[in-house]
């Protein structure tokens, strides 16, 4: 599919994600209670899904049983691992020694688990890995260096790296509409909506000597904006746990609040031994799960 194009630097496109990696993280899960606008950790449900120094980041539930995860080799490689909570074992869905792949997602279909591919001529674009194992598609060839998305309507809407980096959404291959600019890593779409929800850099607030955010809905089939309040001070990653509750991590702590409310209210703490920074996050209402990325300390 030929869209309207986006021509960047491609010296930017590895920055999103090479920078990061640099640093090693697991992906820890834990069973969480939840009742109403308030969660809570199980104590002694904490599972290391992975326990290496290289990088374990970007998790995502692809179904109600399996979690599909960006990981490195050890020279630096990365592909695409699904893990599988009923077995406990892991599959390679990529495995590609001269290009790697990251922040695997679900497409609205289902047929396929989509990644940012970073290939061997260092273009980063938005690729389509079936389910089944089959041959990959390449989905936008045009709109690069994608950086991050979420989908509706069988779309994604993107973030473009550039200076500044932008916001878009392909409602057809004549009309890609800029939603925002300067907008943060995390894209989440509003359950059971048409919103997408962002971080805008562009509306601050400084609290307790930190840089909070806002966070910006964008309804995708109205094309008007919503607003969320503003992220936890010093970070950035947040989800949705259901339709109107967000949850954000700092240090080991989680905090969760409702959309139309400010005060962010604390959940808990993740203590686990060598490990800091809960950082992105991915939740499975029906396994009752949620999984972390930690810093190796």
């Known amino acids: 599919m030929i869209l309207k194009k986006i021509i960047l630097f491609i010296s930017i496109s590895i920055v999103s994600h090479a920078v990061e990696s640099q640093t090693s993280y697991d992906l820890i899960a834990v069973d969480i209670k939840k009742s109403g606008s308030k969660i809570a950790i199980i104590e002694g449900t904490e599972l290391k899904i992975t326990d290496r120094k290289e990088y374990d980041n970007q998790p995502d539930f692809i179904n109600e049983k399996q979690l599909a995860f960006s ?71 045009d709109i690069l260096p994608v950086g991050y998305y979420d989908w509706y309507d069988n779309k994604a809407a993107m973030f473009v790296l550039g200076q500044p980096n932008q916001f878009v959404y392909p409602y057809s291959k004549s009309e890609i509409l800029t939603i925002s600019q300067n907008i943060g890593r995390s894209i989440q779409k509003r359950p059971k909506s048409s919103i997408v929800a962002f971080v805008d850099k562009n509306d601050t607030k400084e609290i307790a000597g930190e840089k909070a955010f806002a966070i910006k809905g964008f309804d995708l089939e109205k094309r008007t904006f919503e607003n969320y309040g503003y992220t936890l001070p010093g970070a950035e990653d947040f989800i949705w746990l259901d339709k109107n509750l967000l949850l954000m991590g700092k240090g080991n702590a989680l905090f969760v609040r409702k959309a139309n409310q400010e005060d962010w209210e604390s959940s808990g703490f993740l203590q686990i031994k060598d490990y800091q920074n809960i950082s992105r996050m991915a939740f499975s209402a029906k396994l009752k799960k949620l999984v972390v990325v930690m810093e190796r300390k």
Request: glycine share 8%.
């Open 71 to 141: 990981a490195a080799d050890e020279n630096g490689n990365h592909d695409i691992i699904i893990y599988n909570f009923e077995s406990g074992k892991f599959t390679n869905l990529t495995k590609t020694p001269n290009q790697s792949e990251y922040s695997p997602s679900i497409t609205d279909c289902g047929l396929f688990v989509s990644a940012i591919t970073v290939e061997q001529d260092g273009k980063q674009r938005l690729w389509l890995y079936p389910t089944n194992f089959g041959e990959p598609e390449l989905l936008y060839d």
